[in-house]
């Protein structure tokens, strides 16, 4: 059984830098983030797998960067010039095999808790 634990949500304003932590219990094949706001569907953010890949959403890309610690077994992302539309529940997932689709929360095996992020305009 795999522990994910989110942290490093807050409250900010428009313009503005978070970074969000996954602690893991151990690392799985891939570990990705989601989102999710209220009344909106979920929404992979950015994933890596254990070859340090990373693909990021459209909605994201040159704006937040995910990395992982294996010493640490933690899971970062960092995010930049935050918008509005990026507030949401943030979730850490992991899958210990490949997926074709990596943004699709429902092939994915472990979650953690979540974590807020709000971005006031």
């Known amino acids: 059984q795999v522990q994910l634990v989110e942290s490093g949500g807050a409250s900010v304003q428009a313009g503005g830098s978070l970074r969000l932590s996954c602690a893991a219990s151990?690392?799985?094949?891939?570990m990705t983030w989601f989102r999710q706001a209220p009344g909106k569907e979920r929404e992979g953010v950015a994933t890596i797998d254990n070859s340090g890949y990373t693909y990021y959403a459209d909605s994201v890309k040159g704006r937040f960067t995910l990395s992982k610690d294996n010493a640490k077994t933690t899971l970062y992302l960092q995010m930049n010039t935050l918008k509005p539309e990026d507030t949401a529940m943030y979730y850490c997932a992991a899958r210990p095999a490949r997926v074709a689709h990596w943004f699709r929360g429902d092939l994915y095996d472990y979650w953690g808790q979540g974590t807020q992020v709000t971005v006031s305009s």
């Open positions: 151990e690392f799985m094949y891939r």
